[in-house]
């Protein structure tokens, strides 16, 4: 009974320490009920309890409903760059090797975290909430609208879209091309000539 009562315990306080962690990212409360299994009273009792004992102003409750767009992932070349990332930190952490279940759901939403803060450490500033982060995740184990592919020429592997065109090469090496392409249509200053302004991007 004494051992049971301790297992108990220590899931408890894994729930309660990852509803935490999500709230600290802003993480609706809907969600984090997915990933902690507590009931969304509790996890509101619990963003009220923190939010209290905060000097700061507390974490958003963010409201509506969750990111369901698998087309934001992939919107512009820099947020295609950072779902890369963190779809690279996804295999490194064995993200993509375990599928949810209700079994290691709590485990799986740990790793997640772990990997989202990774990102954040890589990247500082970022267009992905944890939350895109859970929802991209999703779409990578059933593959339906995005998928992780290797990149023709420099072979780093990022995010991309079923429907899009192959051989344009990945974010990175558009970013770079983009670079080099600016880079060399710049008109030379040398000899005391004035260069002509760039036209606005």
Not at 63 to 85: H, I, M
Not at 163 to 191: E, N, Y
């Amino acid at each position: 009974m004494m051992q049971i009562s301790s297992q108990r315990y220590s899931l408890d306080r894994q729930r309660h320490d990852l509803t935490l962690r999500m709230i600290r990212h802003e993480v609706r409360t809907h969600t984090i009920h997915l990933c902690t299994g507590l009931s969304e009273a509790r996890i509101r009792k619990l963003y009220d309890a923190y939010a209290y004992r905060l000097s700061n102003p507390p974490p958003r409750r963010q409201r509506g409903k969750s990111p369901r767009r698998a087309a934001y992932f992939t919107r512009n070349v820099r947020t295609q760059l950072e779902s890369s990332v963190l779809a690279s930190l996804f295999i490194t952490f064995g993200l993509l090797d375990r599928k949810p279940s209700d079994r290691d759901m709590l485990e799986l939403c740990r790793l997640l975290c772990d990997a989202y803060d990774t990102h954040l450490q890589l990247l500082g500033a970022t267009q992905i909430s944890l939350e895109h982060a859970w929802f991209l995740l999703q779409l990578l184990h059933t593959k339906q609208d995005l998928y992780v592919s290797r990149c023709r020429h420099c072979r780093g592997q990022y995010v991309r879209t079923r429907i899009g065109r192959i051989g344009h090469g990945c974010p990175a090496c558009k970013l770079k091309h983009a670079k080099l392409a600016a880079k060399g249509s710049r008109p030379s200053t040398r000899g005391g000539g004035a260069a002509m302004p760039q036209p606005a991007a």
